[in-house]
């Protein structure tokens, strides 16, 4: 498990290592409002959905954690997709981000 920081609270970060994790991401699942899954990747431009979950999510694109793109607020069965390439995403439960476009996160292993 990772953490990082982010609205001055400690969230703390699930890994999405696996095909199953990266398929699934949140859907079906509840968690809770410091909790957060990060899928890393190749470079490359996402196409995201948020069919078949239970509440509205923020989802950070990152590349080299610097944060390169945020689609805020997103509700449940719709989709998404960012135009600029990016390596990892955050997706925590929609919560007023405070991010610019620029801003480092620093993403740590839970100790």
Do not use: Q
């Amino acid at each position: 498990m990772l953490r990082t920081k982010l609205n001055n609270k400690i969230y703390h970060l699930n890994v999405a290592d696996n095909f199953i994790k990266r398929a699934f991401g949140l859907m079906f699942k509840d968690i809770e409002e410091n909790e957060g899954l990060i899928f890393y990747y190749n470079k490359r431009k996402l196409h995201i959905h948020t069919f078949f979950m239970k509440y509205p999510i923020d989802v950070i694109f990152l590349y080299n954690n610097k944060v390169v793109d945020i689609a805020k607020n997103l509700k449940p069965w719709k989709t998404y997709k960012s135009n600029v390439y990016s390596n990892a995403m955050i997706e925590v439960k929609s919560c007023n981000l405070d991010l610019n476009i620029g801003d480092k996160l620093d993403i740590e292993n839970k100790k």
